[in-house]
């Protein structure tokens, strides 16, 4: 005897073809804008030379992750700039900064509103262990459904997946802020505003901070899955290496790939280090 199956697939198909000819005109309009603000980043990246590029980036590893750190940006761009990858390493990043700023921008608010209130924690819970736990490659089958095979459709899979640790940290970091400081500003008359913006979120900006870096890293590593529909850059080459099984051309790719990721992760996490040292010696200087 066979049991019926529950016709999960179906109802997705369903979903997905009420989107596609429901919601056609916001869809192409939020591909376009996600094509002009990813644009617009690799203009700004690509308005300096890329030594000048290289020097900055590595003043920025001297000055919050050591002397180590900055030998290594600057000897590994330099590597990227040799083996004529620079074009393509830039596209990976602006797709990688891109979707961060979006997923922080749609992140850090959800995570406000689960610290808040209690039933949308429990309502977006599920929803964020759900998109943590799907393999990655899913994400990219709605976005091809939905906005076809280009760059938007990319940076949109990606978004929501780098979307996870911003909302998570968020709400962790509001959560674990001490009640009587909580208390104490609402004696000074805070509105509940006020106590938003000027007790709650400087106290967790450390948190938030770390789910930026975080997102950051999510999306570079979702962009390189996402040359599978249509995003250029590292991800495109390390595909082109395996179609015509260049070995040679899929190792420098991939290192190209473990320079940016390395150099990103460190000087944003010495950027958060340092910003939460500083907001201690404040702190503790105001007492």
């Known amino acids: 005897m066979s049991i019926p199956k529950i016709p999960f697939g179906l109802l997705g198909e369903t979903i997905i073809a009420w989107i596609t000819s429901h919601l056609a005109l916001p869809i192409s309009l939020l591909a376009a804008a996600i094509t002009q603000v990813n644009d617009l980043v690799l203009a700004i990246l690509n308005l300096l030379n890329p030594l000048v590029f290289i020097a900055v980036l590595t003043l920025l590893a001297w000055r919050f992750g050591g002397r180590a750190l900055a030998g290594f940006v600057l000897l590994g761009f330099l590597a990227i700039w040799d083996q004529g990858l620079w074009l393509i390493t830039m596209k990976t990043l602006a797709m990688a900064v891109t979707s961060t700023v979006l997923s922080v921008a749609i992140g850090v608010p959800i995570g406000v509103g689960m610290a808040e209130s209690r039933a949308l924690s429990i309502g977006m819970t599920p929803i964020l262990d759900f998109l943590q736990t799907m393999p990655r490659f899913v994400y990219l089958i709605p976005a091809v459904i939905i906005l076809g095979i280009d760059v938007a459709p990319a940076i949109l899979a990606t978004t929501t997946l780098a979307v996870i640790p ?19 500003g609402t004696s000074m008359g805070c509105t509940r505003r006020q ?54 051309r899929g190792i420098v790719a991939g290192l190209a790939v473990l320079v940016l990721a390395i150099s990103l992760d460190r000087i944003s996490k010495g950027w958060v280090a340092r910003t939460t040292e500083s907001r201690g010696i404040m702190s503790r200087g105001a007492r």
């Open 195 to 248: 106590l938003l913006f000027k007790v709650k979120l400087p106290l967790a900006l450390p948190e938030i901070m770390l789910g930026i870096n975080q997102s950051l890293m999510m999306a570079l590593s979702m962009v390189i899955i996402a040359a599978l529909i249509g995003a250029s850059g590292l991800g495109d080459e390390i595909l082109m290496s395996i179609a015509v099984l260049d070995a040679g």
């Open 166 to 184: 911003p909302a998570r940290l968020t709400a962790l970091g509001i959560s674990q802020i001490d009640y009587e400081t909580v208390e104490a």
